[in-house]
């Protein structure tokens, strides 16, 4: 079975400074992984795929299968950054997302 | 931008009455799903719908919880007799392919009592 741990519940940071928020996964098989943003008031929004590898908003997440981990970085933080972090895993063979139990940014100006 | 929508936003029910909790995926998508979200837990996958039918679930959903298309927009989860820890956040997610972006809806938070 397939599971996502975010080891931190909660990472405050002031703005401008660098940030990495912490995946691990166990799995198997070839996972494809993911971060979901949920920003106050929102929807789960997709973040970033490791498969696009592409930088989106100024985060980059580069998938570790050695070390299993999926972190999620960016270089300077911003105010807009402050928002409620998911960690998704979705098995090779189907849709469902196993995510983890999220980590609230908060960047302080 | 197209959006998956959920109604009611909050819906509060008395322990054992059935509960319908409503969503309308984006209209091109044919994989729906329904999550939900204990207060202070993970979002945990209770189903994914593929051609009028189940393709997954997990355990959670037992026989209290059923799924539905009933007219090709609406995506429905009903739970027959509703317990106290039923309550949750439920959202329902769209995509258009297989292991592609899922949406989410808002959510709809439960509150049995």
């Known amino acids: 079975a397939q599971r996502v741990t975010q080891p931190e519940k909660l990472l405050s940071v002031f703005k401008g400074a660098p940030v990495e928020l912490k995946c691990n996964y166990s799995?198997?098989?070839?996972?494809?992984l993911f971060w979901y943003v949920q920003y106050s008031r929102q929807r789960l929004q997709l973040l970033l795929r490791?498969?696009s590898r592409e930088s989106i908003k100024g985060f980059t997440a580069d998938l570790n299968k050695g070390e299993t981990s999926f972190h999620l970085k960016k270089p300077f933080a911003q105010e807009e950054d402050s928002a409620m972090y998911y960690c998704?895993?979705?098995?090779?063979?189907?849709?469902?997302?196993?995510f983890g139990g999220g980590t609230r940014l908060m960047v302080k100006p | 931008e197209p959006e998956v929508t959920q109604t009611p936003s909050h819906q509060v029910t008395q322990m054992g009455q059935e509960v319908i909790l409503r969503c309308v995926p984006i209209?091109?998508?044919?994989?729906f799903y329904w999550y939900r979200q204990i207060l202070g837990q993970k979002v945990e996958f209770l189903v994914s719908?593929?051609?009028?039918?189940?393709?997954?679930k997990s355990e959670i959903f037992d026989d209290q919880f059923s799924v539905e298309r009933p007219d090709g927009s609406n995506f429905t989860l009903k739970i027959r007799s509703t317990k106290l820890e039923d309550s949750a956040m439920y959202f329902c997610?769209?995509?258009?392919?297989?292991?592609?972006?899922?949406?989410f809806g808002q959510g709809t938070r439960l509150t049995v009592v």
């Open positions: 997610a769209s995509s258009d392919q297989q292991n592609t972006e899922a949406f």
């Open positions: 799995y198997s098989g070839s996972p494809e």
């Open positions: 490791h498969i």
């Open positions: 998704a895993l979705s098995a090779n063979a189907g849709n469902m997302l196993t």
């Open positions: 209209s091109n998508h044919l994989y």
């Open positions: 719908f593929y051609n009028n039918e189940i393709s997954e």
